[in-house]
Each structure stands twice: as structure tokens, then as C-alpha cells.
């Protein structure tokens, strides 16, 4: 009964220190003064879209437009141009999205085969070219050589794999267990329908990720469509924004008066910023979810 009578009670595991909760309080604060710092930016580059010349040169827009105006986006949504880069653009993505997608899965899906000969080699291969390329002009000379100017594939087959994207893809399928393939084989599925029915399926997390990336990366390049295009017609919209950019420093663009010109230079770049960025940010929501769990699981072993 003494023993009882002294045993001190026990603590629930659960229950957080005043420790813990100086931690969770410390980091809470630092972690909003972080999305504050980070958000900022963001506002700030919209409010001054919206703003007037004298404003933005004076320096007094902050979080709220001032000298509220709508000049540089009338002389961007009336231009005709504009409209056929964009569609260019979403065009360019798509296309050299899925390009990307199918290469780099199969390479890292052959990749992750430990028995496979000449594994080290392709793995070398790969990586080699993350400290090497051809250079510029023999990268030019090779595209116009096979006739690939002024189309998609100039776009899309240069920058077809990315090797972070790929070793990242690799890491992940590499985490998969063997049994799954073992009993896919068993059932008389190929190697092809082992990846299509069994593999992917169990990689959205991944599969979503790289996704994102290889679209934010197509989403944003001009420069090689500027490099690899000739017409106009054919040119991205950040191609269109950067000569739009270049016209108003210069000061002259087709189709803008002088009052246009002069609130043009002024927040141009603002409102370059917020149509390029606001087609990825819309669709980021949605595939966010699997950002974490596709970039990390596939280095968690054990």
C-alpha cells in the first residue's frame, strides 16, 4: 500500500512542455514574419500595376495602388499580338510539358533498376551534363541543322530532361517495393504495362511535382524562343512582355501614344510580372498538395 501511496502519477505523453510551447510560439512568430516578407514582394509588384507614373517614380506605393489606372493594361489587352503570344505560350507549355514528362519517367524508370547493365554509365551520362553543355552556337547550329527553327520541338527537345528532375523521379521509384513489379509480372503484365498500371498509379505524388516544375520552367523561358524563332507571330508572351519592356525604355511602341509611353516605362514591368506569373500561381493550389510528398519520399529510406 506504501508503494502505491508514493509512486508519483504519470504523465501523458501527449501533453506539450512549457518548452515545447515556448518553441511552437517562437516558431509561429518567425514563420509569419517569413510568409509576411515573402508576400510582400507579391503585393507590392500588383499595387504598383495599378498605379500611376508619379506615384511609382516618387516611391510612395507600398501594399495599395495609388493614382488608381488601368493605361498599361488597355495597351497590352488591345493588341491583338498579345493574345496570339499567350496562346503560344500555353501551346509551348503543354506540348513541351508532355515531352518532358514521358522522357524523363522512362529514363528514371530504367534508371531505377539496380540489376540493370550499364546502370553507372547512364547515371554518369546524365549527371556529365549538369557541369557540360555544347555551348550556345553549336547548340543554334544543331537546331537550325535539323530544321527544328521556328517550331515547338526547338523548345520543347533542348530542355526535354532536366537531371534534378530526374534523379528526383529516380529516388522515387527506386523507393517502390520490388514485390509490386514481381506480382505485375507474375499477372503477364509487360515491362510497359508495369509502369502505366502499377507504377504511376503510385506515383501522383511525384508525377505532379515535376509537372509543376517542368511547367513554371517552359512557362517562363524567352530565351530560347527568342534565340530559335524568327517571327513574330510565333514568339511567346514573355518574348512579347520583353520586347514590350525594351520599347518603352527606348521609347517607342507601335500602337501606344505618348501619355501611353510615358505610364508604360513607368510600371511596365510590374504588369510584366503579374501576367506571367498569374496563370502558374492559379494553378500551383492545386497540385501543392503533392509538392512535399513527391520531392521527399523518394529520399526517406528505410
Known amino acids: 500500500m506504501s508503494l502505491l501511496s508514493t509512486r508519483k502519477p504519470r504523465t501523458s505523453v501527449n501533453q506539450p512542455t512549457p518548452g515545447y510551447r515556448v518553441f511552437q510560439g517562437v516558431n509561429g512568430v518567425i514563420l509569419t514574419l517569413v510568409v509576411l516578407v515573402t508576400l510582400y514582394p507579391f503585393v507590392n509588384i500588383i499595387a504598383r500595376s495599378f498605379s500611376g507614373e508619379r506615384h511609382i517614380r516618387a516611391g510612395e506605393v507600398t501594399l495599395w495602388p495609388k493614382g488608381f489606372n488601368l493605361t498599361t493594361y488597355e495597351v497590352v489587352f488591345h493588341d491583338g499580338m498579345f493574345w496570339r503570344n499567350y496562346g503560344n505560350t500555353v501551346f509551348y507549355t503543354v506540348v513541351s510539358t508532355a515531352v518532358a514528362m514521358v522522357l524523363t519517367t522512362c529514363y528514371a524508370y530504367v534508371l531505377s533498376k539496380k540489376n540493370l547493365k550499364g546502370r553507372g554509365m547512364l547515371v554518369g551520362i546524365a549527371v556529365f551534363t549538369m557541369f557540360f553543355t555544347g555551348g550556345l552556337i553549336p547548340n543554334y547550329v544543331l537546331i537550325t541543322s535539323l530544321g527544328l527553327k521556328n517550331s515547338v520541338w526547338a523548345l520543347a527537345l533542348p530542355n526535354a530532361i532536366s537531371v534534378f528532375n530526374l534523379l528526383v523521379m529516380k529516388a522515387f521509384f527506386e523507393s517502390l517495393p520490388d514485390e509490386l513489379e514481381e506480382a505485375a509480372q507474375i499477372d503477364g503484365l509487360s515491362t510497359y504495362g508495369t509502369l502505366l498500371r502499377i507504377v504511376l498509379p503510385l506515383s501522383k505524388a511525384v508525377v505532379a511535382t515535376m509537372v509543376l516544375f517542368y511547367s513554371v520552367s517552359f512557362w517562363n523561358s524567352w530565351f530560347s524562343a527568342f534565340l530559335y524563332m524568327d517571327k513574330?507571330?510565333?514568339?511567346?508572351?514573355?518574348?512579347?512582355?520583353?520586347?514590350?519592356?525594351?520599347?518603352?525604355?527606348?521609347?517607342?511602341?507601335?500602337?501606344?501614344?505618348?501619355?501611353?509611353l510615358t505610364q508604360t516605362a513607368a510600371n511596365i514591368q510590374a504588369v510584366t510580372i503579374v501576367l506571367t506569373s498569374l496563370p502558374i500561381l492559379c494553378v500551383y493550389p492545386f497540385v501543392q498538395r503533392y509538392f512535399v510528398s513527391g520531392v521527399m519520399l523518394g529520399a526517406v529510406k528505410g
Open 232 to 260: 513574330a507571330d510565333l514568339m511567346p508572351v514573355t518574348v512579347y512582355l520583353r520586347n514590350l519592356i525594351a520599347g518603352a525604355t527606348q521609347g517607342g511602341n507601335a500602337g501606344a501614344t505618348t501619355d501611353q
